[in-house]
T-cell receptor, first 113, second 112 residues
Framework: DTEVTQTPKHLVMGMTNKKSLKCEQH?????MYWYKQKAKKPPELMFV???????INESVPSRFSPECPNSSLLNLHLHALQPEDSALYLC????????????FGSGTQLSVL | GESVGLHLPTLSVQEGDNSIINCAYS??????FIWYKQESGKGPQFIID?????DKRQGQRVTVLLNKTVKHLSLQIAATQPGDSAVYFC???????????FGAGTRLFVKA
């Protein structure tokens, strides 16, 4: 299995809602990532987990809360988002995280109303 | 800080021709470079990578060239096909770090 699976594929939420994005991989990878991608722009790194510990937080607002329950799962909890947070949220994984290629999921297209 | 950028935002080629997509980087600490392809509605997909101890690497129909002197990276696609139409991103990382930083991207159009 060489896939990174993200759910849901699409999400529409209001600014007062709480929702979660989910990501799963069964490749035995020990590094997992959240990227944000706006239309016609490159992916921007948000968070990195290495061996289930948060290694990097790229100064992401606290309304985004990552969680790594185990080595195969990665969640992104969303609360009180703003319309400008509308974007494609991509999950990725890599074997250990240091200087390696990333395997991406297809993303969750998020719209905040 | 790290930045990886591209020279051209769009590239249009005739089917069967070769394509060359260029990329410049600024961080001398980067020692690992990757090209990704992103099709509409999908996440980026790995194409080929190269480490800084090499200057050329070949895959199936793709070649990556690295010129560390001028901090330049290129992706060559041989005999470009309609299925190659996508956005191509170069990305840089350094061994020991977790930050893969993406360049702006080039959209490749393949004309039949």
């Amino acid at each position: 299995d060489t896939e990174v699976t993200q759910t849901p594929k699409h999400l529409v939420m209001g600014m007062t809602n709480k929702k979660s994005l989910k990501c799963e991989q069964h490749m035995g990878h020990r590094a997992m990532y959240w990227y944000k991608q706006k239309a016609k722009k490159p992916p921007e790194l948000m968070f990195v987990y290495s061996y289930e510990k948060l290694s990097i937080n790229e100064s992401v607002p606290s309304r985004f809360s990552p969680e790594c329950p185990n080595s195969s799962l990665l969640n992104l909890h969303l609360h009180a988002l703003q319309p400008e947070d509308s974007a494609l949220y991509l999950c990725a994984s890599s074997l250990t995280g240091t200087g390696e290629k990333l395997f991406f999921g297809s993303g969750t297209q998020l719209s905040v109303l | 800080g790290e930045s990886v950028g591209l020279h051209l935002p769009t590239l249009s080629v005739q089917e069967g021709d070769n394509s060359i997509i260029n990329c410049a980087y600024s961080n001398s600490a980067s020692d690992y470079f990757i090209w990704y392809k992103q099709e509409s509605g999908k996440g980026p997909q790995f194409i080929i990578d190269i480490r800084s101890n090499m200057d050329k690497r070949q895959g199936q129909r793709v070649t990556v060239l690295l010129n560390k002197t001028v901090k330049h990276l290129s992706l060559q696609i041989a005999a470009t096909q309609p299925g190659d139409s996508a956005v191509y991103f170069c990305a840089g990382d350094n061994t020991g770090g977790f930050k893969t930083i993406f360049g702006a991207g080039t959209r490749l159009f393949v004309k039949a």
